[in-house]
C-alpha cells in the first residue's frame, strides 16, 4: 500500500475549531456576504442584471414564453413562436429541465408577466448555491469555517462565475463544488460506489442547466481526475475501482438524459451559428479559427488581480485570494488534494489560452463534443475554481503556520506590488494629467489591495490578531477587492443608453394586442433592426424568424424570405417603419411609431391537398415550391413514396379546435381522401391521431407536418410527446432515485 499514500484520506474537522465560527454563524455569515454584495439587486430597484444583450433579446423571453406555460400547467417542451415552431428543450439552453427554473418559473405573475424582483433573487440564489455548494467542500478538505466561508465567496463572487451573466451557464458551473466533493470521497476510499453516484448525479445536474459549455470542461476536468487518481490505485483493487469509475459516468449520464437525448437527437437535425462564415451540422467540427478567436489572450493572465484586463472571458480573483492560493501550495502541497485543485486551475488556464499552446488543439482533434464548447476562454472558470479552494486551504494552513518564511516573502512581494502599481500610476497621472469620473482608475484598487494584504500578513507574522479576526479581515479585503469588478458596471436605472435593449421590451404591447386579435393564428415577420429581441416569445405571437442558436435544417434550407415560403407559413403580418415587399398594406401603428403591414395572401394555417408528388433532393425544395405556387394549398410534395390520395370536386374544411405549444386540436371535413395539412414545422416526436387512432405523419413540403385523412368528417390531435424526452426523462428520474438512496446512506454512515 506504499505506492497510495498519496491518496491517504485525512479525515474532516469535527466541531469548531478554536477561534472558529459555529456551524449557524457560519452559514449566516457566508448568505450575508453573498447576499450583501448583490445589494444592488435586492435591496434596491435602481440596477438590475437583465441588460445584457443576449439576457434581454433571448433568455428573457425564453423565461417569460416558459413561466407562462408552466402557469398553464404545460411542461414547455415545443415552442411555437419561433420559425413555425422549434423544439425548445432540445435547444437546452432556455433550461427546459433545470429544476431552479422551474421554481422561478412557478413564482406568482404580474399581470402575467415574470417579476423583476423574482429575476434578482434568481440570480443571487444561483451565487448561494455556489457558496454553499463550495463550502461544503472547503469543510470536506478540512478547512475551518471562516476559511471554507472565504473560499466559497471567492468561489461565487470572483472570476468567471462571479462576472457572467448568462444564467444558463452560470447555473452549469455551480455544481463543480459537489461534483469533486464526492470524488474525493470516493478517492480516499470511502464508499466509493455510493459516492460515486452522488459525483456522477452532480455533474448531471450541471449538464441539465441549459448550457453545454461549462459543463464539457467540468467533465474534461473530471475526466483527467480520475485518470490521475486510476493510474495508482486500479491494479490495488481493478473491480471497484473500476465499477466507481462506470458508476460516475453512467450517473453522470443517466441524470442528464432528460437533456441529452433530446439535444442530440435536436443536433443531428438542425445547424448552428457558431462565428464562422458558414453554418455548422452536427456531423462538423466547429472550426479551430472560432477556438482561436474566442481563447484567452495571454495578456489577460495580468487580469488575475487586475479588474477589467480581460477579452471574452474574466479571470479576475484578485490579490488577496490569489496570494493565499500561493500560500496554499508553499504550505500544504504535501497534501494530494492541493495538487489536484492546482493541476485543475493550471489545466484551466492553459485550456483556455487555447491560441496559444497545442494541448488544446490536441484535446479538439482527438476528443469528441469538445470542438462544441467553442468559447474556449470561459475555460477559465476552472482556473477560478481551483484557486476558491486553494485560497481556503492557504487561509487554513495560516492557522498553524504563522512562523512560516513563506509569510514574510508573501508580504514583501505584495507591497512591492503595491507600490509599482502606485509608483506606475503615478507616472502616467504626471504626464497624462488626473483622469476624469468616469476614467479606467481600478488598477488603483489591486495596488490599494496588495498593500493591505501586506499589512495583513505582517500582523499575522507578529500575533497582532487572533485568527478569527484575522481571517474576517481578509474575507472583508477580498469582498472590498472584487467589488472593483463584479457587479461594477451594472447599469442604473438613469443610465437609459445601456438600459435600451432591456427598456424595448415594454414599447410593443399595443402591436402584440392588434395582432393577437387577428383570426385564424396568423405568423409575423419582425424588422431585426428595429425590434432585436425575441418578440414571438416576449408576447406569445407567431414570429416568423427569432434570435437563436441553431435551427431545424428543414427550416434552413428553405428559409423563411421566399414569397412562396411566407404564403406556405401564412406569414401575412410584418412590423417595421417600411413595407416589405410581400406585406404592404398599412393596418395599424403603434405608439412606438413602428407600423404593421398586411399581406392576406397566405394559406391558413391548415389546410386540405388532394395531390402529392415526391420531391427526394432537398437542394430541390424551394424550386419545386415556386414550381407549384399557383396551386400551393392544392398541391404538394413529400420526399417519400406519397400515400395514394383522391381529387373530387367537394369543398374541404379545416378549422383550429385548440392550440397550446405542445398539442393542436383540428377538425376537417373531406368530400373525398386528402391530407390535411398543418402548417407548423416538421420534426420528429410529434405524434398523430385521427379519430383516436395514431397514424404517420409526413414532411410536407419540405418544411410542414400532414396526415392522411378519408372522406368524411374526423377530429386529429397532434401531441409532441418525443421518445428522446420519455426515455430521458425515465433515466434521469432513476438516477433521481439513486441519488437519493446514496445520500440517505452516506447519512447514516457519516
Known amino acids: 500500500m506504499a505506492e497510495n499514500h498519496h491518496l491517504d ?7 469548531s475549531a478554536p477561534g472558529d465560527l459555529s456551524r449557524w454563524a457560519a452559514a449566516v455569515l457566508l448568505i450575508a456576504v453573498i447576499t450583501g454584495f448583490y445589494w444592488r439587486l435586492v435591496f434596491t430597484d435602481q440596477y438590475t442584471w437583465l441588460a445584457g444583450e443576449d439576457t434581454a433579446s433571448q433568455v428573457l423571453p425564453w423565461f417569460q414564453f416558459e413561466a407562462g406555460e408552466w402557469h398553464k400547467g404545460h411542461i414547455p417542451l415545443w415552442d411555437p413562436n419561433m420559425f413555425g415552431g422549434q423544439p425548445l428543450l ?4 432556455p433550461g427546459v429541465a433545470y429544476p431552479l427554473n422551474w421554481l422561478l418559473f412557478s413564482l406568482p405573475l404580474r399581470d402575467g408577466w415574470i417579476k423583476q424582483i423574482h429575476l434578482h433573487w434568481y440570480f443571487v440564489i444561483i451565487h448561494l448555491m455556489a457558496a454553499w455548494f463550495a463550502y461544503k467542500l472547503c469543510r470536506e478538505l478540512s478547512c475551518r469555517r471562516l476559511a471554507s466561508v472565504f473560499g466559497a465567496a471567492v468561489f461565487s463572487l470572483s472570476g468567471w462565475l462571479g462576472v457572467n451573466e448568462w444564467p444558463q451557464m452560470i447555473n452549469g458551473a455551480v455544481w463543480a463544488p459537489l461534483v469533486y466533493l464526492y470524488m474525493i470521497r470516493v478517492m480516499r476510499g470511502c464508499r466509493p460506489w455510493v459516492n460515486s453516484i452522488l459525483a456522477g448525479f452532480f455533474l448531471g445536474m450541471a449538464w441539465l442547466s441549459g448550457h453545454h459549455q461549462i459543463p464539457i470542461f ?35 449520464i443517466s441524470t442528464a438524459a432528460v437533456q441529452i437525448l433530446p439535444a442530440q437527437e435536436y443536433g443531428k437535425l438542425s445547424v448552428r451559428w457558431v462565428g464562422a462564415p458558414d453554418v455548422v451540422t452536427w456531423d462538423q467540427k466547429v472550426p479551430y479559427t472560432v477556438h482561436m478567436q474566442y481563447s484567452l489572450n495571454p495578456a489577460a493572465i495580468l487580469g488575475v488581480i487586475f479588474p477589467g484586463w480581460n477579452i471574452h472571458s474574466d479571470p479576475f480573483v484578485g490579490v488577496a485570494a490569489l496570494c493565499l492560493a500561493l500560500l496554499a501550495i508553499a504550505l500544504v502541497w504535501r497534501r494530494w488534494e492541493t495538487r489536484l485543485f492546482a ?29 462544441k464548447a467553442r468559447s474556449a476562454s470561459m475555460a477559465i472558470f476552472l482556473f477560478g475554481f481551483g484557486a476558491s479552494i486553494l485560497s481556503a486551504l492557504g487561509l487554513n494552513a495560516l492557522f498553524s503556520e504563522q512562523a512560516s518564511p513563506w509569510l514574510r516573502r508573501a508580504a514583501i512581494t505584495a507591497t512591492g506590488l503595491g507600490v509599482l502599481v502606485f509608483a506606475t500610476r503615478f507616472a502616467l497621472i504626471s504626464v497624462q494629467g488626473m483622469p476624469g469620473a468616469n476614467g479606467e482608475q481600478r488598477s488603483l484598487m489591486t495596488g490599494l489591495a496588495a498593500l493591505l494584504l501586506a499589512l495583513w500578513l505582517q500582523g499575522l507574522r507578529h500575533h497582532q490578531m487572533g485568527w478569527r479576526a484575522a481571517a474576517l479581515c ?13 457587479s461594477f458596471y451594472l447599469p442604473h436605472v438613469f443610465e437609459k443608453e445601456r438600459l435600451a435593449r432591456l427598456n424595448s421590451l415594454k414599447e410593443h404591447g399595443d402591436i402584440a394586442r392588434f395582432l393577437r ?18 418578440f414571438g416569445d416576449w408576447y406569445g405571437i407567431p414570429q416568423a424568424g427569432g434570435y437563436l442558436a441553431s ?28 413595407p416589405t415587399q410581400f406585406q404592404k398594406d398599412e393596418v395599424f401603428t403603434g405608439s412606438s411609431g413602428l407600423k404593421v403591414f398586411h399581406n392576406p395572401d397566405v394559406l391558413p394555417r391548415a389546410f386540405v391537398v388532394h395531390q402529392l408528388t415526391q420531391v427526394s433532393d432537398r437542394t430541390q425544395y424551394l424550386a419545386e415550391l415556386n414550381n407549384i405556387s399557383a396551386d400551393l394549398g392544392k398541391k404538394a410534395f413529400v420526399s417519400t413514396a406519397p400515400p395514394p390520395l383522391a381529387q373530387c370536386g367537394g369543398v374541404d374544411e379545416v378549422w383550429i379546435r ?15 381522401r386528402g391530407m390535411v395539412v398543418l402548417a407548423d414545422t416538421y420534426f420528429p416526436g410529434w405524434v398523430a391521431k385521427v379519430d383516436g387512432k395514431t397514424t404517420p405523419i409526413y414532411e410536407v413540403d419540405g418544411l410542414v407536418r400532414g396526415v392522411v385523412c378519408d372522406g368524411g368528417t374526423h377530429n386529429i390531435e397532434f401531441v409532441y410527446r418525443p421518445t428522446s424526452v420519455m426515455l430521458g426523462g425515465a433515466l434521469s428520474f432513476g438516477s433521481l432515485l439513486a441519488a437519493l438512496a446514496a445520500l440517505v446512506i452516506t447519512k447514516r454512515t457519516r
Not at 435551427?551 to 417600411?578: C, D, F, M, W
Request: aromatic share 10%.
Open 551 to 578: 435551427l431545424t435544417q428543414n427550416v434552413q434550407n428553405l428559409g423563411t424570405h421566399e414569397p412562396v415560403v411566407k404564403r406556405l407559413l401564412g406569414i401575412s403580418y410584418a412590423v417595421g417603419k417600411e
Open 658 to 672: 385548440s392550440y397550446s405549444s405542445g398539442s393542436i386540436a383540428l377538425a376537417a371535413t373531406l368530400p373525398c
Open 9 to 15: 484520506p485525512e479525515p474532516p474537522l469535527s466541531g
Open 90 to 93: 432540445a435547444q437546452a439552453q
Open 343 to 371: 493541476a485543475i486551475a493550471l489545466g484551466g488556464l492553459l485550456y483556455s489560452l487555447a491560441n496559444y499552446n497545442a494541448l488544446h488543439g490536441l484535446i479538439y482533434s482527438l476528443l469528441p463534443v469538445v470542438d
Open 517 to 534: 386579435q387577428q383570426p385564424g393564428l396568423p405568423r409575423v415577420d419582425i424588422d431585426s433592426n428595429l425590434i432585436a429581441y425575441n
Open 218 to 252: 467540468l467533465s474534461l476536468s473530471c475526466a483527467a481526475s480520475w485518470i490521475w487518481f486510476l493510474s495508482s490505485r486500479l491494479r490495488v483493487n481493478p473491480r471497484q475501482w473500476t465499477a466507481a469509475f462506470l458508476l460516475f459516468w453512467g450517473l453522470a
Open 474 to 486: 481578509a474575507l472583508l479585503l477580498f469582498v472590498v477587492e472584487v467589488s472593483s469588478q463584479n
